[in-house]
Each structure stands twice: as structure tokens, then as C-alpha cells.
């Protein structure tokens, strides 16, 4: 079992920048593929980022290419999300989930365990 705890989350104008963290604790010496989802109200779950056990893969989806960049350090179990230049349609509850798999996916369904989300409101 892996627990997952996100943070970072809050309010922030147009244009603005947060940086969200995941620390993992439980089964960490597994190696999981890391994700960031997404789901603003009245829609479905969308992917956002993700990122191989090493760090050296990692894929994000159009909507966010060149804003979003996710990172990790494995030393510290954290996974981070750092936006930038952010935009109302950014709003949504913000998940981290673990993937017991070898490749980075995209499906919510493919992840093993997830966080509770933290909120992030973007005004404009």
C-alpha cells in the first residue's frame, strides 16, 4: 500500500504560478510511475502529467505543454507539479496517483493509488 498527500493547492490570479507536492509513504521502495490528474466540477478526470520511476521520461498533455512540468525526487518520496502561467480553465481539484506499471499511462483506470486532491482556483 502506498498513501499519497498532496499539497499547494489554493487561489491564485491569471498568469499566476503554483507548485503542487505528493509525498508517498507505505510501500515506497516499490517503483511507481507518478501522475498528476485533474477534474473540475461536472467533468471527468484528465490526465495531466506523468513520470517514470528514473525521471527520465516524463509526459504531459497538450493543455498544459509548456506551462506544467512535473519533477521528482525520489530520495525525499515527492512528486511535484510546477505551473506556470495559469489560466482560469486551470480551476479543478489537482490528484496525485501511483502506477505499479513499467510505462507511463494516462488512463485514470491504470493507477494503483491516489491521493485526495488539493484544490486549485485560478481567478480572472
Known amino acids: 500500500q502506498v498513501q499519497l498527500v498532496e499539497s499547494g493547492g489554493g487561489l491564485v490570479q491569471a498568469g499566476g504560478s503554483l507548485r503542487l507536492s505528493c509525498a508517498a509513504s507505505g510501500r515506497t521502495s516499490s517503483r511507481y510511475v507518478m501522475g498528476w490528474f485533474r477534474q473540475a466540477p461536472g467533468k471527468e478526470r484528465e490526465f495531466v502529467a506523468a513520470?517514470?520511476?528514473?525521471?527520465?521520461?516524463?509526459y504531459v498533455a497538450d493543455s498544459v505543454k509548456g506551462r506544467f512540468t512535473i519533477s521528482r525526487d525520489n530520495a525525499k518520496n515527492t512528486v511535484y507539479l510546477q505551473m506556470i502561467g495559469l489560466k482560469p480553465e486551470d480551476t479543478a481539484v489537482y490528484y496525485c496517483a501511483a502506477d505499479n506499471g513499467d510505462l507511463i499511462r494516462t488512463m485514470p483506470t491504470s493507477y494503483d493509488y491516489w491521493g485526495q486532491g488539493t484544490q486549485v482556483t485560478v481567478s480572472s
Open positions: 513520470i517514470s520511476w528514473s525521471g527520465g521520461s516524463t
